[in-house]
């Protein structure tokens, strides 16, 4: 029964479909993490105090554009760390005691 389902849903394209929007967008978020961050932290090692060409301003105006990015939380991450209850989408073993 399972495998009349599955390969019926291979013949008509959706599982190869699914796989191939997964690598692609997959491939298209590390590239875009790779293209950004390696530069960005590349910049913020060297103009740091301690670093081969330090540029106090530089650093400091790319660190706080790189905190206020990483303190935006979306809706996914903020409840495994607060006390509230787990929202109805999240699966009970990945609540944190």
Do not use: Q
């Not at 590390?30 to 932290?41: D, S, W």
């Not at 060409?53 to 790319?62: D, E, K, M, Y």
Request: aromatic share 16%; net charge positive.
């Amino acid at each position: 029964m399972l495998s009349d389902l599955f390969y019926k849903l291979w013949n008509a394209g959706v599982i190869g479909t699914g796989v191939w929007e997964t690598v692609y967008m997959t491939g298209l978020s590390t590239l875009a993490a790779y293209g950004i961050g390696l530069p960005l932290g590349i910049v913020l090692s060297v103009t740091d105090g301690g670093g081969l060409h330090p540029i106090g301003w530089l650093n400091r105006a790319l660190g706080f554009v790189v905190n206020v990015f990483r303190s935006i939380r979306s809706s996914s991450s903020w409840w495994p760390c607060c006390p509230w209850p787990r929202p109805w989408w999240a699966p009970a073993w990945a609540t944190r005691p």
